[in-house]
């Protein structure tokens, strides 16, 4: 992972990440008690803005946590910072906790002051090897809590997934819950089927990605054939084509799955229509100064 670049923002102001602070009384930290967005810029256009604030005002509103700005400044916000930051290609991290109070109060006070913290980092250059060789996968069960479609920061079963992923020399960890798909450990899961496009509807049981959304409306535009319909594990190991979606890795081939080859184990033809089709979506249409 690259390093985050110099100038984050917090609670209103722009400074170096260096000097940023924030109450060891947060609730992020006493109970990962607050929600997050990633951003993807390229060639300085957030493509996803709209779906990124849309879906943070949606975990605000789950976790009951005041939202402290209206669109047009969420906007504004991440416009700043990125630019602050050089602009170009990059991700900001954007995070809003229930604040600080004092003591530790499982249940929230009052008016407490939500804390607003962003950074940037470079957005990761995928592997020189993903269009030939593809990712390797492994699966495990969805350890994750009840409540998946909130991008909490509270990611600690994320965390041990990925690792998971890690230790088998692996990319990612494919989630299973009860026999059926529900996300990766950081990135919606696709399956390729007959020439269709299936993905597991959206639910509490899995994060309503702003990438899968993009596929399914480039799907919809270019007359591919998708669907939102359940997955069950044999379809999953018995799919053509397994991709996964972030907005940091766009749309990746997978592969190998739990060392078994996924369909002829090359990245297959509709990912690669489609990875096309998701990085023509990141360019700026012409006669548009900002996001849409
Ligand atoms: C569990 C999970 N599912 C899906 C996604 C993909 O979401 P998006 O495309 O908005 O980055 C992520 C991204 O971090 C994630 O953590």
Not at 271 to 289: D, I, N
Request: proline share 7%.
């Amino acid at each position: 992972m690259a390093e985050p670049l110099s100038i984050c923002y917090l609670n209103g102001a722009l400074l170096p990440l260096r000097e940023a602070r924030i109450s060891p009384l947060d609730r992020s930290f006493l109970f990962g008690d607050g929600v997050y967005e990633v951003v993807a810029f390229h060639n300085g256009y957030a493509s996803r803005l709209p779906a990124n604030i849309a879906r943070l005002k949606r975990s605000l509103a789950e976790l009951r946590i005041r939202n402290p700005h209206g669109d047009a400044r969420w906007s504004e916000l991440v416009h700043e910072l990125a630019a602050a930051n050089g602009g170009g290609d990059l991700y900001v991290y954007l995070q809003v906790s229930r604040g600080a109070e004092y003591g530790r109060n499982h249940a929230p006070l009052p008016d407490v002051e939500p804390t607003v913290f962003a950074f940037c980092a470079p957005l990761p250059a995928p592997p020189a090897e993903l269009a030939t060789q593809g990712l390797a996968c492994i699966t495990a069960q969805d350890t994750r809590w009840a409540r998946c479609d909130i991008k909490s920061v509270a990611l600690l079963a994320n965390v041990l997934l990925r690792q998971q992923a890690v230790e088998a020399g692996a990319a990612e960890t494919i989630l299973l819950r009860d026999g059926w798909l529900t996300d990766a450990s950081a990135s919606a899961v696709h399956i390729v089927v007959a020439g269709e496009i299936r993905t597991p509807p959206r639910s509490h049981q899995l994060l309503p990605g702003t990438t899968r959304s993009l596929i399914e409306e480039i799907a919809t535009a270019n007359g591919i054939a998708c669907r939102s319909v359940p997955v069950s594990e044999a379809a999953l190991r018995g799919a053509a084509e397994i991709w996964l979606s972030a907005a940091t890795r766009g749309v990746a081939p997978v592969t190998r799955l739990d060392g078994v080859s996924v369909g002829d184990g090359r990245p297959g033809p509709l990912w690669r229509r489609m990875r096309a089709l998701v990085e023509a979506s990141w360019v700026r249409p012409k006669g548009t100064g900002g996001n849409s």
